[in-house]
């Protein structure tokens, strides 16, 4: 079973993947954004999972390491990152976000070429 990492600020402010069949609405309102997109490399033949910040600029130089080879294993992988982000209440998109995402990444290319 996936974890899912509901992070509760000082503030009362709470962040969440959204994840269908889980009712957040019982925590206040939801504000809903993108945090990254799967785009398919067409050039490459595989998934890439690319930061989207507040400001809906995509972070494609984080890319490089992605090289998916199936769109559910990119969207496992977003979901790792999303969720070790929100567990370490960090912003995926500061400097130790994007490290983050990239210690993911080297974690996952180890893993699937031994």
Known sequence: MQEHVINIGPTGHTHALYKEGMDLTCLGPMK?????DLVFDEEHQCWNVVPIDTRGVRHFNYVALSNFPSYEAARKFE??????CLLHSMDPYSQEGLRRFAQEQRRVHAIQCS
């Open 79 to 84: 979901v790792r990152w999303l969720n070790a």
């Open 32 to 36: 809903v954004h993108r945090a990254s």
